[in-house]
Nanobody
Framework: VQLQASGGGLVQPGGSLRLSCVAS????????MGWYRQAPGKQRELVAS???????NYADSVKGRFSLSRDNAKNTVYLQMNSLKPEDTAVYYC??????????????WGQGTLVTVSS
């Protein structure tokens, strides 16, 4: 099983970006999916998560600006980021709580994608 994240880049303050993360491999089912981020010199923090039923949870710092969704048929989670601020600059990591076809359950992580918000 592996997660592949994409969509990071450089954007001006107030701009938007959309991150994607697709899970592939010997997957039986996926429970929670979501994104963490880690800014330079700071601890990794949860940005947003979504259950397989579609219930979402957001960090207070991104509520109203970020929107998380998933496509269960494609094993993909999307993070739409609007009204970006310089303090959103970080490496963003996707994760998935996956039940494999061998009935083992693990948290998997993507490779990280850099989001830089700067003028």
């Amino acid at each position: 099983v592996q997660l592949q994240a994409s969509g990071g880049g450089l954007v001006q303050p107030g701009g938007s970006l959309r991150l994607s993360c697709v899970a592939s491999g010997s997957i039986f089912s996926i429970n929670d999916m979501g994104w963490y981020r880690q800014a330079p010199g700071k601890q990794r923090e949860l940005v947003a998560s979504i259950t397989n039923g579609g219930s979402t949870n957001y960090a207070d710092s991104v509520k109203g600006r970020f929107s998380l969704s998933r496509d269960n048929a494609k094993n993909t989670v999307y993070l739409q980021m609007n009204s970006l601020k310089p303090e959103d600059t970080a490496v963003y990591y996707c994760y998935s709580d996956i039940l494999r076809t061998d009935w083992r359950r693990y948290d998997y992580w993507g490779q990280g994608t850099l989001v830089t918000v700067s003028s």
